[in-house]
């Protein structure tokens, strides 16, 4: 059969893969936007046209397709005027070893699955648990940062309910402290884990949004004091929308003072674990008892590329869970199911082993670096713009803004922060994120591409401004701007 990869079609796969990599190469080279502009009913349109019930067309035809479909109107990560959400350029070495992975399709649930991969990812978890501090830690890969949080808050969980005789009665008044910038997964993991609907409390915070150490110790006095119970504090390394980073070590004084699991969720802020330069705005996370790292975010890696670490290794143990066919209890190989919250699972350690052996743990945490040294310039930048409004500061590379001229009142600026994203998006040229700070909408830039430079920035700022006058000027329908815009 030619449709199965074997060794009878070793050389129709070298000729498919080839090909497709060529396409790839060609939209490299001659892709100029992120995206091409088409709006949700065009797209829609395609895809109801293809007839998956239809005739095959062949392996050619349909990779033709996808070129055509798939690739004429993706979002293209890589080029400098993209700046919306946390999507990283993704490195060579790791672009490569998903060829490996897709060709070899190993699972490394257990062991006799995938033999050496196992050793490998233990040897990628016990690299960045050193990072982090962790002298004898552990740790698995997981799908990203949401299942990571989850994981970590299951451990807290039960933690707190070891040795309870009646965990129904418990389980209610179980609290988990964190800010209002926290993941929305520590809420999506809270319901996941049966909590209350009042289980997550939130701490004060700066004017940064990042959590006061005397804030949650106030909070976990005040948990109890109600006579609930504190499960966990979350504290951020990496705000999603202001790039902040919450005082990890005065934070940990307050969680050890109480008796409370840590769990530091630093999915953005983990390209400080190899920066030569702001290593130093993680101090403290050695205290925690679990982090949750992306890779898939600040060490350039493609999606997916995350895990959670743990300080001691037998915090892993609830998560635990045998079956005869899968690895019996009286087992003594290595089966990473034993610790993962999934049974089969990529082999994604292999893409961080292959960077680390192609670029170094130095390189990539200089090239974190200059994304952040870009993210202060064009700080500088926009704080220097008389048409836009810098809102609030980053530690990392989030740079929040609206279009405000002068005269222009805060109802109008408020309305038009939808209408400008809408308007760039519509033109393809460049993509920005909204959000709300405070209360009020903003504008975004995610800086996570080393190769952007401050021209670009200032040009996709010009986009932004270009598209608010027309809208200030009486062209409210963003199709109007998106056409200034191009």
Same mark, same amino acid.
């Given at each position: 059969?030619?449709?199965?990869?074997?060794?009878?079609?070793?050389?129709?796969?070298?000729?498919?893969?080839?090909?497709?990599?060529?396409?790839?190469?060609?939209?490299?080279? /001659?892709?100029?936007?992120?995206? +091409?502009?088409?709006?949700?009913?065009?797209?829609?349109?395609?895809?109801?046209?293809?007839?998956?019930?239809?005739?095959?067309?062949?392996? $050619?035809? !349909?990779? &033709?397709?996808?070129?055509?479909?798939?690739?004429?109107?993706?979002?293209? #990560?890589?080029?400098?005027?993209?700046?919306?959400?946390?999507?990283?350029?993704?490195?060579? $070495?790791?672009?490569?070893?998903?060829?490996?992975?897709?060709?070899?399709?190993? +699972?490394?649930?257990?062991?006799?699955?995938?033999?050496?991969?196992?050793?490998?990812?233990?040897?990628?978890?016990?690299?960045?648990?050193?990072?982090?501090?962790?002298?004898?830690?552990?740790?698995?890969?997981?799908?990203?940062?949401?299942?990571?949080?989850?994981?970590?808050?299951?451990?807290?969980?039960?933690?707190?309910?070891?040795?309870?005789?009646?965990?129904?009665?418990?389980? %209610?008044?179980?609290?988990?402290?964190?800010?209002?910038?926290?993941? #929305?997964?520590?809420?999506?993991?809270? =319901?996941?884990?049966?909590?209350?609907?009042?289980?997550?409390?939130?701490? %004060?915070?700066?004017?940064?949004?990042?959590?006061?150490?005397?804030?949650?110790?106030?909070?976990?006095?005040?948990?109890?004091?109600?006579?609930?119970?504190?499960?966990?504090?979350?504290?951020?390394?990496?705000?999603?929308?202001?790039?902040?980073?919450?005082?990890?070590?005065?934070?940990?004084?307050?969680?050890?003072? @109480?008796?409370? *699991?840590?769990?530091?969720?630093?999915?953005?802020?983990?390209?400080?674990?190899?920066? $030569?330069?702001? &290593?130093?705005?993680? @101090?403290?996370?050695?205290?925690? &008892?679990?982090?949750?790292? @992306?890779?898939?975010?600040?060490? #350039?890696?493609?999606?997916? +590329?995350?895990?959670?670490?743990?300080?001691? %290794?037998?915090?892993?143990?609830?998560?635990?869970?045998?079956?005869?066919?899968?690895?019996?209890?009286? +087992? @003594?190989? $290595?089966?990473?199911?034993?610790?993962?919250?999934?049974? /089969?699972?990529?082999?994604?350690?292999?893409?961080?082993?292959?960077? =680390?052996?192609?670029?170094?743990?130095?390189?990539?945490?200089?090239? #974190?670096?200059?994304?952040?040294?870009? !993210?202060?310039?064009?700080?500088? *930048?926009?704080?220097?713009?008389?048409?836009?409004?810098?809102?609030?500061?980053?530690?990392?590379?989030?740079?929040?803004?609206?279009?405000?001229?002068?005269?222009?009142?805060?109802?109008?600026?408020?309305?038009?922060?939808?209408?400008?994203?809408?308007? =760039?998006?519509?033109?393809?040229?460049?993509?920005?994120?909204?959000?709300?700070?405070?209360?009020? %909408?903003?504008?975004?830039?995610?800086?996570?591409?080393?190769?952007?430079?401050?021209?670009?920035?200032?040009?996709?700022?010009?986009?932004? &401004?270009?598209?608010?006058?027309?809208?200030?000027?009486?062209?409210?329908?963003?199709?109007? !701007?998106?056409?200034?815009?191009?």
């Amino acid at each position: 059969m030619r449709e199965l990869l074997s060794s009878r079609t070793a050389d129709h796969y070298a000729e498919t893969v080839h090909t497709t990599v060529d396409r790839l190469a060609a939209r490299l080279r /001659t892709t100029t936007q992120p995206y +091409s502009g088409a709006p949700p009913a065009q797209l829609r349109a395609l895809v109801d046209a293809v007839d998956l019930d239809g005739p095959a067309i062949g392996t $050619p035809a !349909a990779l &033709r397709e996808v070129d055509e479909l798939v690739l004429e109107h993706a979002v293209w #990560f890589h080029l400098p005027t993209y700046a919306a959400h946390l999507n990283c350029p993704v490195v060579l $070495p790791a672009v490569a070893t998903e060829a490996v992975l897709a060709a070899v399709n190993p +699972s490394v649930d257990t062991f006799d699955q995938s033999g050496i991969g196992t050793f490998v990812e233990r040897s990628v978890v016990d690299w960045t648990a050193r990072r982090i501090g962790f002298a004898a830690g552990d740790g698995i890969f997981t799908s990203g940062g949401t299942q990571s949080n989850l994981q970590g808050l299951l451990l807290a969980r039960e933690h707190a309910l070891a040795g309870v005789a009646d965990r129904g009665a418990i389980l %209610p008044r179980l609290r988990v402290v964190a800010s209002t910038s926290s993941h #929305f997964s520590v809420q999506k993991a809270a =319901l996941l884990l049966g909590l209350a609907t009042e289980a997550v409390v939130t701490a %004060p915070v700066d004017a940064l949004g990042r959590l006061r150490s005397d804030g949650v110790a106030a909070t976990l006095a005040a948990i109890r004091a109600a006579g609930d119970v504190p499960m966990a504090v979350v504290a951020t390394a990496g705000t999603t929308d202001r790039g902040c980073i919450d005082p990890l070590a005065p934070i940990a004084d307050a969680c050890a003072q @109480d008796g409370t *699991w840590l769990h530091v969720d630093a999915a953005y802020g983990c390209g400080l674990l190899v920066s $030569p330069t702001r &290593r130093h705005l993680l @101090d403290g996370v050695e205290r925690a &008892r679990s982090v949750t790292v @992306d890779f898939h975010k600040s060490f #350039f890696q493609p999606v997916s +590329s995350s895990a959670l670490l743990v300080r001691d %290794p037998a915090d892993l143990a609830p998560v635990a869970w045998h079956a005869d066919y899968l690895n019996p209890e009286d +087992s @003594d190989e $290595p089966n990473q199911v034993d610790k993962s919250l999934q049974t /089969t699972r990529r082999f994604d350690a292999l893409k961080l082993w292959t960077t =680390l052996r192609a670029l170094g743990a130095d390189r990539l945490g200089a090239m #974190f670096d200059e994304v952040l040294d870009l !993210a202060a310039a064009a700080h500088r *930048w926009v704080d220097e713009d008389d048409d836009l409004v810098l809102v609030g500061r980053s530690q990392l590379s989030t740079v929040l803004f609206r279009y405000q001229p002068a005269g222009v009142p805060d109802a109008q600026a408020d309305a038009l922060v939808p209408q400008v994203r809408a308007a =760039l998006f519509g033109s393809g040229r460049a993509l920005v994120a909204k959000t709300v700070v405070d209360g009020r %909408p903003c504008l975004k830039l995610t800086l996570l591409n080393p190769d952007t430079t401050l021209d670009d920035v200032a040009g996709v700022l010009e986009l932004v &401004r270009a598209a608010g006058a027309a809208l200030v000027e009486g062209d409210d329908l963003v199709a109007d !701007a998106a056409a200034v815009a191009r």
